[in-house]
């Protein structure tokens, strides 16, 4: 369960909530009778001083999830077909503990953090969200990974009968949607395993019950709904990179200096966007968390490994 303190702010366009709670944490904790609370950390270091954050009904509402269809506005409108409970996840590969376990079991007694976050898509628009979830090292940990584990690969559900931009025979997507991550990516203090935004549930279309959060890439690297993880020797072949492998890499590193093909990356539209107010602001290189994390990246060409 969740407590929000009550000298929390997040920004005027948020209304002030003293409690709330993730439906879901709540469930696992009471039923296995634990009397102990997560209490959130509060994580806006980071951000910018002009940063604000988006409202809710856009970051709820103009969704990439092309499981649900390819338009911004369908997976508001299609996500819900899509049952998450039960929900299990499987574990395989280079690790000491594998099977099949149910998420609530995985996130038990694991502590969620508040983190307010820039997410900026390869389309070259971007948001600021205050996502909740769970330091990714600390789900992983429990699975203890082995010396061989080099990366790891998720895995979105595939189920065509709940998600219906799985069942269009003009998906050029061979699902199920991949991702991955190098380790020590994997397990940098900032990658957050997503369970919930504004302080609620995550809500269908933006992944539930739980995603990616990785804000140094772009967006495509998070992953929403993920039902495999995979301790792997090898680095995965990712769903966009298998797409297009000439505009879309496996580090995906926000980078103002390598362009897309067909579009600049130095800049961005911070939503909301208008026509008479596009809000556009400079890339910033690793969208901002440059000195978090670019030390990982120490010796390699970004040109290359883009
Ligand atoms: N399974 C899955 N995960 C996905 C996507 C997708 O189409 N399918 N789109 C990605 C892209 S391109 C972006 S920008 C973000 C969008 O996350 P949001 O809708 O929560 O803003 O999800 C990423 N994760
Ligand atoms: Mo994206």
């Known amino acids: 369960m969740l407590i929000r303190k009550p000298d929390r702010i997040l920004g005027s366009e948020i209304t002030p909530e003293t409690v709330y709670y993730n439906r879901r944490q709540f469930m696992a904790a009471s039923s296995a009778g634990l009397a102990s609370l997560a209490l959130p950390t509060i994580a806006k270091a980071g951000l910018q001083e002009d940063d604000e954050i988006t409202p809710e009904d856009i970051v709820t509402q103009y969704n990439n999830f092309y ?168 680095e995965p072949l990712n769903t966009w990179k298998q797409l297009q492998a000439s505009e879309y890499g496996f580090y995906a590193n926000v980078n103002p200096a390598v362009s897309h093909p067909r579009w600049s990356q130095a800049s961005e539209r911070r939503l909301p966007s208008s026509l008479f107010n596009v809000n556009r602001r400079p890339t910033l290189p690793f969208n901002g968390y440059a000195d978090e994390v670019a030390h990982l990246y120490a010796g390699m060409d970004l040109r290359k490994y883009y």
């Open 67 to 234: 499981e649900f269809g390819t338009d911004k506005s369908d997976p508001a409108a299609f996500a819900h077909e899509m049952s998450t409970d039960p929900w299990s996840v499987t574990v395989s590969g280079e690790a000491n503990k594998t099977g099949t376990f149910a998420f609530e079991d995985i996130i038990k007694g694991l502590d969620v953090e508040e983190r307010v976050y820039r997410f900026r898509c390869v389309e070259a628009w971007s948001m600021v969200v205050p996502w909740m979830g769970i330091p990714l090292k600390d789900v992983l940990a429990q699975f203890e990974p082995t010396g061989n584990a080099k990366f790891v690969e998720f895995e979105t559900l595939y189920r065509p009968s709940e998600m219906r931009g799985q069942q269009g025979f003009f998906s050029s997507i061979d699902w199920p949607y991949i991702e991955g991550l190098r380790m020590d990516e994997a397990n940098h203090p900032l990658t957050l395993m997503v369970t919930g935004l504004y302080g609620k549930e995550l809500p269908n279309q933006n992944g539930a019950p739980w995603r990616l959060m990785v804000p140094w890439k772009y967006g495509f690297k998070s992953i929403k709904s993920i039902v495999s993880i995979r301790f792997t020797e090898r």
